[in-house]
């Protein structure tokens, strides 16, 4: 089993507050409901809008160059869970939708103390369509990043200064409400170590902030490799319908893919329940933030990125959950520090 037992154990007010939020979000949804019951911002913390410092300056010794050059950047005020999703969340899911679960789990069950662990070996798209269950989706890049590090350009998120006590970089994961004391400004916690994290954003170097639906994400598909019309027509085409042989085999990158894919996905697909035949074509790497367990300082900075493809499945990678602002949200959000 992937997710160990931690090395320590949590104070009784760090797990009641996570009681708290676990059994609010088990409370949005009765058994085989797909419509949220409840309050489905509970647990969520509201980053306002307004400008921040994105990526690294040139003068940073440690920055990557994926992470140049900084630049301001404005998001609209959106909410983001303040804890990682657990194991116990996920397997609500589960158990609701019929979805498979982790490879690792045992007869769809994970370790008998993992309740409050970070859910891992989750792929891009698996997140996404707990998101998509859950009302809510994956942070852009941008908003993850806002969302730990505040608007005065820190290098992590309690500060500049590197703290090996304020981030879980052990051999082992710990319950997700585990540092409350190295929450991020506006209080989100573990954005620094324990379980990397899945965004929703294509990964492309900057200052293209590239999401990967413009509707859904705000940012602006513009990578021109695949054709979306061509990808509906595809995958459309009426079943029993009679095509034209193909005159030569796939000669392009994009037309091997293609044909590939188009043999892969079926109406059985679990993801076809959340997830659009186009969507799953989409191979593009996606961004990954936060570090995670066994990480050095330099990958647990606010500003590090790092990629992987959607279909990846990773020990040591998960995801926490955001929502956009509307009429009717809460407007109260923690002081920053």
């Known amino acids: 089993m992937l997710v160990q037992r931690a090395n320590h154990r949590p104070g009784v007010r760090c797990l009641r507050v996570l009681c708290a939020i ?15 019951t409840a309050d489905p911002f509970e647990g969520m913390v509201l980053i306002p809008a307004g400008d921040f410092l994105m990526g690294s300056t040139e003068a940073d010794e440690q920055a990557k160059g994926d992470e140049k050059p900084q630049r301001v950047v404005n998001v609209p005020a959106f909410y983001i869970d303040q804890f ?7 397997k609500r899911f589960i158990d609701a939708t019929g ?3 982790p490879p690792s789990w045992t007869e769809g069950k994970y370790a ?9 070996e989750v792929t891009w798209w698996d997140a996404m369509a707990y998101a998509r269950w859950a009302g809510k989706r994956l942070p852009t890049e941008a908003e993850w990043e806002k969302a730990a590090r505040g608007t005065d350009g820190r290098r992590y998120p309690w500060g500049n200064d590197y703290d090996s006590h304020l981030a879980n970089t052990g051999r082992f994961f710990v319950p997700v409400n585990a540092h409350l004391e190295a929450a991020s400004p506006y209080g989100v916690v573990n954005m620094a170590g324990n379980a990397s994290e899945w965004t929703g954003s294509v990964y492309v170097p900057y200052p293209d902030l590239v999401a990967v639906l413009p509707a859904e994400f705000g940012g602006v598909d513009n990578s021109g490799r695949i054709s979306r019309q061509r990808l509906r027509d595809r995958l459309q085409e009426p079943k029993g319908e009679k095509l034209e042989p193909k005159k030569q085999a796939p000669q392009t990158e994009e037309e091997m893919e293609l044909a590939r894919e ?13 997830l659009r035949p186009e969507e799953l074509v989409d191979h593009r790497p996606r961004v990954c933030r936060g570090g995670s367990i066994n990480a050095y300082p330099l990958y647990l900075r606010c500003a590090n990125r790092s990629s992987e493809g959607p279909n990846s499945r990773w020990y040591n990678i998960g995801f926490r959950c955001a929502k956009d602002v509307s009429p009717g949200s809460p407007a109260t959000t923690p002081p920053e520090h």
């Open 112 to 120: 008998y103390d993992a309740d409050f662990y970070p859910i891992v």
């Open 99 to 101: 979805y498979p679960p």
């Open 22 to 36: 676990v059994l609010a979000a088990g409370a949005w949804r009765t058994a085989g409901s797909d419509e949220p």
């Open 84 to 90: 990682e999703v657990t194991h116990i969340e996920y």
């Open 262 to 274: 188009d043999s892969l996905h079926s109406a059985n697909d679990p993801r076809l329940q959340f």
